[in-house]
């Protein structure tokens, strides 16, 4: 079964930092962008971060210079280490991802998972 794991939320003073990992599993023959997304509360999900293939990066206005997105294509794994963390960071954290499930086709199948908690406190 294909699937992304997220990992590496929690509980996390102001200013403070953490790392999300979200690992793919199952048998897969490639995998395209990779992102991040977060909802908070009564709010829409929004993205944060993008990484293609080759590793370049792109983020939201609001956490350039403080989130930083990579990837492990060897271990099929996705990261975002995030510092000085604000109160408004505070969501449901997701990552995202286009997987190639199919060896006789080139097309990639979007995936979510199942999200991370991560909360800062003032």
């Known amino acids: 079964q294909v699937q992304l794991v997220e990992s590496g939320g929690g509980l996390v003073q102001s200013g403070g930092s953490l790392r999300l990992s979200c690992a793919a599993s199952?048998?897969?023959?490639?995998?395209?962008?990779m992102a991040w997304y977060r909802q908070a509360p009564r709010k829409q999900r929004e993205l944060v971060a993008t990484i293609t293939s080759g590793g370049a990066t792109n983020y939201a206005d609001s956490v350039k210079g403080r989130f930083t997105i990579s990837r492990d294509n060897a271990k099929n794994t996705l990261y975002l280490q995030m510092n000085s963390l604000k109160p408004e960071d505070t969501a449901v954290y997701y990552c995202?991802?286009?997987?190639?499930?199919?060896?006789?086709?080139?097309?990639?199948?979007?995936?979510w998972g199942q999200g991370t908690q991560v909360t800062v406190s003032s």
């Open positions: 199952g048998i897969i023959f490639g995998i395209d962008t």
């Open positions: 995202n991802g286009g997987l190639r499930i199919n060896p006789l086709s080139l097309s990639y199948v979007d995936y």
